[in-house]
């Protein structure tokens, strides 16, 4: 407690910006968030400082509920969506509730904040085929053992059999992988580790891409690199490689929503239980913290029924 007041506090000034730094580094450090979950909360606070510093706000101790909720509504006015929104406000709150927990101020002013709910919209799922129709035009650009086509049929293929994150696939180190229990051990959000399953057609996939794709793709630069899957530079590959890969493939097949590799995660999700999965263990397989974030996937199977039912039964 002691080090976080010396650290922001000047004078009995406790000065906003800093604060954003030393609660950020809390949040890496302590807590630990992803970089990309701190980027995303450094963000908004420093978009929170700057409308505090154009209302003559500088010191932590003169922020107020209604300072809050105004920038909430400036955003809102300017077209933000409801998620954005909400966002912003676990932002603010968890830098009210910290400021006050470490006794640089003396009352959490954010903790009654809130913010518009969020449209939950069901996630996007492909079909089977759709799912087939992607492997298949993969597999046949691979077949000529071109090492980035090889490289990109394994990671589809995994991301499907898995339902791992982008960042865990591209996480991913050479032992992660264990091709002979048909298994990967990865690293997820809240640094929680957990090892998932997948299938053959992942397995071969993956040997096939060790085999003939990733030495060719590995640089003298990092020869030593223990990442399994590597950029066209030979270091490991990066998420934006990843999501530009799936955006593309995604590009033309029908449906709405996100056109990147979550679409593959929700995708597998939905299909495990459509096959009859036990939705713990689809929790478990996901690395979900809640099993009420698993349960979209209930609905998104329900849809799809009454879907299939509207097309198929001659009294729908």
């Known amino acids: 407690m002691a080090l976080a007041a010396a ?21 890496a450090a302590e807590r630990g968030f992803s970089e990309h979950t701190v980027r995303a909360y450094r963000s908004d606070l420093d978009q929170l400082c700057a409308f505090a510093a154009g209302r003559g706000v500088r ?13 909430l509504w400036q955003g809102s006015q300017a077209g933000l969506a409801k998620t ?56 046949l650009r691979s077949a000529d053992g071109d090492p980035v086509a090889l490289r990109d049929l394994a990671i589809v293929e995994l991301l499907y059999a898995s339902a791992l994150r982008v960042s865990e696939v591209t996480g991913l180190d050479l032992d992660g992988i264990d091709l002979d229990r048909l298994t990967v051990r990865v690293l997820g959000k809240g640094s929680k580790e957990r090892v998932v399953p997948f299938g053959v057609p992942a397995k071969n996939a993956i040997a096939d891409y060790l085999a003939r794709g990733r030495q060719e793709l590995l640089s003298p630069v990092a020869a030593t690199t223990s990442a399994l899957f590597l950029g066209s530079r030979g270091a490991r590959l990066g998420t934006r490689s990843v999501y530009t890969l799936v955006s593309r493939l995604l590009e033309g097949l029908p449906g709405s929503g996100s056109s990147g590799p979550h679409t593959l995660r929700h995708t597998a999700a939905t299909h495990l239980l459509d096959g009859g999965a036990d939705l713990r263990a689809v929790q478990e397989m996901l690395g979900h913290a809640s099993l009420g974030t698993t349960q979209i996937y209930t609905h998104v199977s329900a849809e799809r029924l009454k879907e299939s039912y509207g097309r198929a039964h001659p009294r729908a």
């Not at 650290?7 to 609660?23: I, N, P, S």
């Not at 676990?90 to 809130?114: E, I």
């Open 84 to 139: 954005t929104l909400a966002r912003r406000s676990a932002s603010a709150r968890g830098l009210t509730a910290w400021l006050f927990r470490d006794g640089l101020v003396s009352k959490d002013v954010g903790a009654r904040l809130k913010a518009p709910k969020s449209d939950h919209h069901l996630p996007r799922v492909l079909t089977r085929p759709q799912m087939d129709g992607m492997l298949a035009s993969l597999a």
């Open 7 to 27: 650290a922001v506090r000047d004078h009995g000034t406790v000065y906003l910006e800093r604060a954003v730094d030393d609660y950020a580094a809390h949040l």
């Open 59 to 71: 010191d932590a101790g003169d922020l107020d509920l209604e300072l809050l909720r105004d920038w």
